[in-house]
């Protein structure tokens, strides 16, 4: 049986139904970026550290083989087919060969292995080897009776093998290596610089270099497994895979350095194939399923008993011997002498007598070793535990006068002789988990969890210990923890860390190990001699290195370890012990920190989306190669509608969980904030160019180079260049035709302004007419009221002349009859004469004159005009003119003329006569036209 290291990389088992592929793996491969290509049962599957894909051939049969040439092409042989994958949208699409081979040469089996060599590409079945130059294929048969059994390529030549003949490829033919073999060659493995291993069926082997032999010879061990793969590690170690017993890791001597199979978590113990990746990783093609196994990893584990599970409080190194103490004791190995990193140690765990039950510490002083248990205090004595006290114990520490301190469930005790007697001391009997010195040792300091802190006067032993709680300047009375750190008195809390203050007498925030902590709520300190505090917070484990003030995190760890009793033990550089829920864990800091390399990553896909539907515009393979210069100079066009684009990012360091990311668009903002999503989309874009730009920070916070896509999204249609074109032209016309419609209507308007202006000028002189129209009318009116004012005044003159006349033709006729009655003489003389004198004056008044004055100057010298025009009219005939003029009825005439009415009729038909009026014409309509 192979040796087996106390130290175990942890193994990552893969089956075919997290694949969903076949069971056997018969090649493994990976690119430039990181994806892993695998020949399996089922064809063609990759892994990008985010999916897994399949991609069988055309007749689906097995895939055997698998080559990878200049990241362009990944060339694959099965049964009775050979071709190559390039990348396509919908991922990888398959391009036959066979179609090229000749027909009497179609009928070959399996293509078990690939290379390529001068330009040229061969492909290697039992029966026939084929050439292909890129355009045609040339066919290389065996000899009769014979087969190719191996193809090789190591140093710049290439090997073939012809089952008990080896050959070498040289100017276009083979070339004869050996004949005398004289057994099968099962196979040829390219060692680099060393040579080639040309190995044999009869359980030999030897090396050919520069076309010289030598003999080689593997642990019969190994031998006896028939051995399948040979890959190179680290460190000068090669990874072997055999058919039988799993994996064996040799030194460059080829001595057996570990054996790793079923029994420790290999899923199967055949391996097929085997692939040192770029993170010097192990990849093993099994039998059923994948396996990856960092076999140099920086994290191990140490199992007591494997696969047992068994928790893990304490550790220690001493007397060259590992303890490590359990829930069910004390087991210990030898380190080997020469292993500076003891998890290579390969002697077994042995369970110490005396030790079963819950151990909780070692103890190392003044070169004794003590065992703090359950059940007591124990000292190791001739390879085994002695029990010292029967007090549950949980640690020891030496003064400098040789006075031990044991914390116990009891409280804190002193013994100045090898814990024989035992003294309590400032008489508390708490349970005492935690305990730290000051440095001149005057004082120690204790804490409990759910109590407080302690400080115990060491010069007084029986004085009673002090508590400092949140009086004394802790936040809380609850979880203080007293560490020690650079001589400082520390206690960390949930709300910070803080120091004791002497001179206040009370604690204050420490606000230089606060700064260095910053936001990591501290529970437990443990200082190293490398000048780095080794800590946890919140479950994660991590480290401060005071030197660069830096903290580095370890998320492998992360809730792995016990919660409450955590241990960490930095016995050097190279091995950290830290106690876990299963067995311990195992840290080499120094490889562990060597390997904080960048992260690599790369576009798993890009897709673009119109809301409608998503179109694919790169699957990944062979993008990310641009990566490592920088970022990717691609760029792609995009129809407008397609205004989303989703990018999907993987991470071939295959952390996950430690990896976060950030995005954004070139010269359009600052970086997002760092994220664990490996997806982002970003919609609703314009046209316009973008460049897309991720990165990635792993564990150790280092972050990956910028990669970059550059995408074009077109304007629409309507948008284009000839589409402006277009409306430069249509624009162009628009104004041609708007300026000739604005001319034309510049014209009309012009036209209507001045037919406008013409009318307005014909408007304002019928309005002026019409104003003068109306003043004339106006004054037409005022003239006829004033002229039938005066007709009405004229008739009303006539009128009165007319009752005065009769008033005086009465008074006559009354004075004649008076006087016919008056008797005496004298006085009928006098009335007679009063009567003459009336009658007198009636016959000297001209009142007709007086009103034809009066009558013309109203109508505009209206009888002058008529007697001058009808010089035939008498006075009577005026007169009855004027009156009919005034309007005045045949009546009032009659009284006015002293005739009858009827006399006036008379008048006016003589009238008529002598103005010479027709019958139909109207008498007084005539007059007033005069």
Not at 845 to 855: A, G, K, V, Y
Request: overall charge neutral.
């Amino acid at each position: 049986m192979g040796q087996k290291n106390i130290g175990v990389a942890k193994i990552v088992n893969i089956s075919h139904f997290d694949m969903d592929a076949g069971t056997q793996n018969w090649q493994i491969q990976q690119d430039s970026a990181g994806t892993m290509y695998i020949a399996n049962n089922n064809g063609l599957i990759t892994f990008n550290g985010k999916e897994w894909k399949s991609y069988p051939i055309p007749n689906h049969t097995i895939l055997r083989s698998l080559k990878i040439i200049d990241q362009k092409r990944i060339y694959a042989g099965g049964q009775g087919m050979f071709g190559y994958f390039i990348p396509h949208n919908s991922g990888l699409q398959y391009v036959d060969l066979t179609k090229l081979i000749p027909k009497e040469h179609q009928d070959f089996g399996d293509t078990w292995r690939i290379e390529q060599f001068e330009n040229h590409i061969f492909f290697q079945t039992s029966r026939y080897i084929f050439q292909y130059d890129g355009k045609k294929i040339t066919v290389l048969p065996a000899a009769r009776g014979t087969e190719w059994s191996f193809l090789a390529k190591n140093q710049g030549r290439l090997y073939i093998a012809e089952k008990d003949k080896l050959y070498e490829w040289k100017q276009g033919k083979l070339t004869l290596i050996r004949k005398d073999i004289f057994a099968y060659i099962t196979g040829l493995t390219d060692l680099g610089k060393e040579g080639i291993l040309v190995s044999l069926l009869t359980e030999q082997a030897f090396l050919i270099k520069d076309n010289g032999t030598s003999p080689f010879h593997l642990p019969s061990e190994i031998v006896n497994q028939q051995v399948n793969s040979i890959s190179e590690l680290e460190n000068e170690q090669y990874a072997i895979g055999t058919v039988s017993n799993g994996l064996y890791i040799v030194d460059k001597n080829w001595k057996i350095i570990q054996n790793i199979n079923s029994s420790d978590g290999l899923r199967n113990n055949t391996v097929l194939s085997s692939l040192v990746d770029k993170n010097a990783r192990l990849w093993l093609g099994l039998d059923n399923g994948i396996a990856i196994i960092d076999a140099n990893s920086a994290i191990r584990n140490i199992y007591p008993l494997p696969q047992v599970p068994m928790a893990s409080y304490t550790s220690s190194v001493y007397d060259n011997k590992l303890f490590i103490g359990t829930t069910d004791g004390v087991y210990q190995t030898t380190i080997d002498p020469d292993a500076r990193d003891l998890s290579y140690s390969s002697h077994a765990f042995k369970k110490m007598q005396n030790s079963k039950g819950q151990v909780w510490n070692f103890a190392i002083t003044s070169g004794e070793f003590y065992m703090l248990h359950h059940t007591g205090t124990y000292h190791y004595q001739n390879n085994n535990f002695v029990q010292m006290n029967q007090l549950g114990s949980w640690l020891v520490k030496e003064t400098k006068d040789k006075q031990l301190l044991i914390g116990t469930y009891n409280g804190l005790f002193s013994s100045s002789n090898g814990l024989k007697d035992l003294m309590l001391l400032g008489k508390m009997d708490e349970s005492m988990r935690f305990l730290q010195l000051e440095k001149d040792e005057r004082y120690a300091w204790t804490s409990h969890p759910y109590r407080g802190v302690y400080r115990y006067h060491l010069e007084n032993p029986q004085e009673k210990a002090k508590l400092y709680g949140h009086e004394e300047g802790l936040p809380a009375q609850i979880n203080n923890y007293v560490y020690k750190i650079k001589d400082q008195i520390l206690v960390t809390n949930p709300q910070g860390i803080y120091r004791f203050d002497h001179h206040k007498n009370r604690f204050i925030r420490d606000e230089y190990w606060n700064a260095l902590f910053g936001n990591n709520a501290i529970i437990y300190l443990k200082e190293d001699q490398q000048n780095r505090v080794w800590f946890v917070s919140e479950e994660r484990l991590g480290v401060l290195d005071l030197s660069t003030k830096k903290i580095t995190f370890f998320p492998e760890l992360e809730k792995n370890m016990i919660g409450g009793f955590y241990h960490i033990n930095p016995v050097d550089g190279k091995n950290i012990l830290v106690g876990s829920y299963n067995g311990l864990f195992h840290i080499n800091y120094e490889v562990y920190r060597s390997r904080m390399e960048k992260p690599v990553i790369s576009f798993n896909k890009i897709l673009v989306s119109n809301q409608v539907k998503d179109s694919i515009l790169m699957n990944g393979y062979f993008s990310s190669q641009l990566s490592e210069t920088k970022k990717q100079d691609q760029e792609l066009w995009m129809p407008p509608a397609f205004n989303s684009i989703i990018l999907d990012i993987c991470n071939h360091d295959f952390q996950k969980d430690a990896m976060q990311y950030a995005y954004r668009i070139q010269g359009q903002g600052d970086w997002s904030n760092w994220t664990s999503e490996s997806t982002r989309t970003f919609g609703n874009l314009k046209p316009g160019k973008y460049v897309f730009e991720v990165k990635a920070k792993n564990r150790y916070d280092q972050e990956s180079e910028t990669l970059s896509y550059t995408v074009n999204i077109n304007k629409p249609w309507y948008q284009s260049l000839w589409a402006i074109i277009i409306y430069c032209c249509l624009g162009l016309g628009l104004v041609y035709l708007g300026y000739t419609l604005y001319l034309n209507q510049l014209w009309k308007q012009k036209e209507r302004f001045e037919k406008k202006q013409r009318d307005l000028t014909y408007l304002h002189e019928l309005e002026s007419r019409d104003k003068e129209h109306k003043i004339t009318e106006l004054e037409k009116e005022k003239l006829q009221n004033d002229l039938m004012y005066k007709n009405k005044e004229l008739a009303s003159i006539t009128m009165n002349i007319f009752r005065r006349s009769r008033l005086m033709d009465r008074m006559k006729l009354e004075m004649e009859e008076v006087i016919a009655n008056i008797d005496n003489r004298e006085t009928k003389n006098e009335v007679e004469k009063i009567v003459k004198k009336l009658v007198d004056h009636s016959k000297q008044r001209d009142d007709w004159e007086q009103f034809s004055l009066h009558f013309d100057a109203i109508h505009a010298n209206f009888l002058k005009k008529i007697k001058n025009k009808y010089p035939a009219l008498t006075a009577t005939d005026l007169k009855l003119c004027a009156y009919i003029k005034l309007n005045m009825s045949s009546k009032e005439i009659a009284q006015i003329l002293h005739i009858s009415p009827k006399g006036v009729e008379v008048a006016r038909y003589r009238l008529r006569k002598k103005l010479n009026l027709d019958q139909q014409a109207n008498l007084a309509d005539f007059l007033n036209d005069i």
